[in-house]
């Protein structure tokens, strides 16, 4: 079973950035969907990223896009959020999935069976 460890999260006025990693351990598949996903207090969770680690094939959410950028390190097993250009509306908890189910797709509404424990991010105006 895939086991998530997210980091990276924290406070930054708007404008800024922030880097978020995810250590992925125990992997028994060659290929996954994984991504970043948030949720806002008393908002639905969301997709920001999504990635087909085999191929690298990316998907943004359109609010992200241009700003934020998913990207994996295979050696080290560990896929990144970088986020530029921070809004307040970028607050949220953030949180890493995987799927071992590429084969469904692996957009940002695709299903994930494997979470993280979350980081925070807020954004300060």
């Known amino acids: 079973q895939v086991q998530l460890v997210e980091s990276g999260g924290g406070s930054v006025q708007a404008g800024g950035s922030l880097r978020l990693s995810c250590a992925a351990s125990?992997?028994?598949?060659?290929?996954?969907?994984m991504g970043w996903f948030r949720q806002a207090p008393g908002k639905e969770r969301e997709g920001v990223a999504t990635?087909?680690?085999?191929?690298?094939?990316?998907y943004y959410a359109d609010s992200v896009k241009g700003r934020f950028t998913i990207s994996q390190d295979n050696a080290k097993n560990t896929l990144y959020l970088q986020m530029n250009s921070l809004k307040p509306e970028d607050t949220a908890m953030y949180y890493c999935?995987?799927?071992?189910?590429?084969?469904?797709?692996?957009?940002?509404?695709?299903?994930?069976?494997?979470w993280g424990q979350g980081t925070q991010v807020t954004v300060s105006s």
């Open positions: 990635i087909y680690t085999a191929r690298g094939s990316t």
């Open positions: 125990g992997y028994t598949y060659s290929s996954y969907c």
């Open positions: 999935a995987a799927d071992p189910s590429w084969w469904l797709g692996c957009g940002i509404q695709a299903d994930f069976g494997v």
